[in-house]
């Protein structure tokens, strides 16, 4: 639907146009006090009497337009800046929210340390004391990556030819490097070809994310996750399609299109799954690609999910 208000510079030059048309045929009439009907002075007219009008109306259209131009450029900024606004206090408010817990119980356990320190009696295990800071500190470095990389999406992106292999490569032993109180295993594929797409360092965000979450979502004492790549057409374009294929909880098919939404990392942040995977979708755009979940076992999602990530593949 066309809003009316986008052109309401030109519709009120327009009508004015009309308006001069039409008076100014009517005080030429009471002027020189012609007998005929007015309209036939607005419709009638010699090239003498037309030109001028015409040109004087020309002239009002041409800066109505202009002028409609740019507050439609302002109002469309003003809407971005809002809308930028609104985003950022929300992720300013998670930010906070989940750095005061992450130190909160970082804080508890350095407590219960310093009491084991001093010889005093605790219900809970050291090293699980240990545990749960190494946990808090994978945490606060997926939340400060996820919050650098929204930033970065807020200005033009510049992307350059990255060698897809390396990349998940780097991701996966970043997460196993970060995560050593897990029991992980991660197949990676072994291509000879090297694997070129167009992306940024983002991407790496993309991959960790994904991992990340297959960990996180899995209750398995081994936590085995997957990599595939293959290449797919898709209209006409070809695409590296990367699969990653974990053991974990699964997701219930009514929440496979709605954990990609940005109105679910906004408004429900009770998984601890929203925030990454509606950031991931919105990097991937800026790749031209685009990612999807399905069951590693199709019609059994409690078996594992497979995260798809489809890329453009540069050739």
Request: glycine letters at 4%; charged letters at 25%.
């Amino acid at each position: 639907m066309i809003k009316i208000s986008r052109y309401f510079v030109i519709i009120i030059g327009a009508a004015i146009c009309l308006l001069y048309w039409f008076f100014e045929a009517l005080i030429h009439n009471i002027v020189y006090g012609y007998s005929h009907n007015i309209f036939e002075h607005i419709i009638y007219l010699s090239s003498a009497e037309l030109t001028p009008r015409v040109l004087f109306m020309t002239i009002i259209l041409i800066n109505c337009i202009i002028l409609q131009y740019y507050i439609n450029r302002l109002k469309s900024t003003q809407e971005n800046l809002n809308d930028t606004y609104d985003q950022l206090e929300v992720l300013n408010n998670i930010f906070i929210h989940d750095l005061s817990n992450i130190f909160q119980v970082i804080h508890t356990s350095v407590s219960y340390l310093h009491q084991f320190s001093k010889g005093e009696n605790i219900n809970i295990k050291n090293d699980e004391l240990v545990e749960m800071i190494l946990k808090q500190d994978i945490k606060a470095k997926m939340l400060i990556s996820n919050m650098v990389s929204f930033t970065k999406l807020k200005f033009a992106p510049i992307l350059n030819s990255i060698d897809i292999q390396n990349l998940l490569y780097d991701s996966t032993n970043f997460i196993k490097n970060n995560l050593l109180d897990k029991s992980i295993k991660i197949e990676l594929p072994h291509i000879d070809d090297n694997l070129y797409v167009k992306a940024n360092d983002l991407l790496t965000n993309v991959f960790e994310n994904v991992l990340y979450n297959a960990v996180k979502h899995n209750k398995n004492d081994q936590i085995e996750i997957d990599i595939n790549i293959s290449k797919e057409n898709i209209d006409k374009v070809i695409y590296l399609k990367i699969e990653f294929k974990d053991n974990g909880i699964g997701i219930p098919d009514e929440q496979k299109k709605k954990i990609f939404q940005e109105t679910k990392f906004i408004r429900d942040r009770s998984n601890g799954m929203g925030f990454g995977l509606s950031l991931i979708k919105k990097v991937l755009s800026y790749y031209k690609g685009y990612i999807k979940v399905e069951d590693k076992i199709p019609g059994k999602y409690s078996e594992g999910s497979n995260f798809i990530v489809y890329l453009p593949e540069e050739i």
